[in-house]
């Protein structure tokens, strides 16, 4: 993907987030997210019904990559199952870590493909991943 589509798509998502804002609903599972190195806070609200992802929301304060990554991830994973959201989850932190991934799963994600080139925004870019997919094998591991 080019680099200014890239930015493109990055800024978009920052500017105009999806599902941005919690909601009062119990029938959420809710998990924050914060990161050590920078001003990122994050919580996420999730809606699982019958193993699929129905729904997440967001608010917090966070930098562009935070902000945006966290869009594009929510828009990659509504209605998927919580083994797909998993593969995704796993796939986009092994292209973070410049390991083997699966290009096509990912979509918009790959526009954090060049990340590792500034390790200091890799966190950014992980971080509300990280506290989704915690969640979910949180969820899992109560379903057996």
Request: net charge negative; glycine share 4%.
């Amino acid at each position: 993907m080019n680099e200014d589509i890239k930015r493109t798509i990055i800024l978009e998502n920052y500017q105009n987030p999806k599902n941005r804002g919690l909601i009062d609903d119990n029938s959420y599972d809710m998990i924050n997210t914060n990161s050590k190195s920078c001003i990122d806070q994050i919580d996420l609200q999730v809606k699982i019904e019958n193993d699929i992802i129905k729904d997440i929301r967001f608010d917090g304060e966070a930098c562009a990559i935070c902000t945006s990554s966290t869009s594009i991830m929510i828009n990659s994973l509504i209605g998927k199952t919580i083994s797909e959201a998993l593969n995704i989850i796993n796939n986009f932190e092994n292209m973070i870590d410049e390991k083997n991934y699966d290009e096509d799963l990912l979509e918009e994600a790959v526009v954090y493909s060049d990340i590792a080139k500034q390790p200091n925004r890799k966190n950014c870019a992980l971080l509300t991943w990280k506290g989704l997919k915690e969640l979910l094998e949180k969820k899992l591991q109560k379903g057996k």
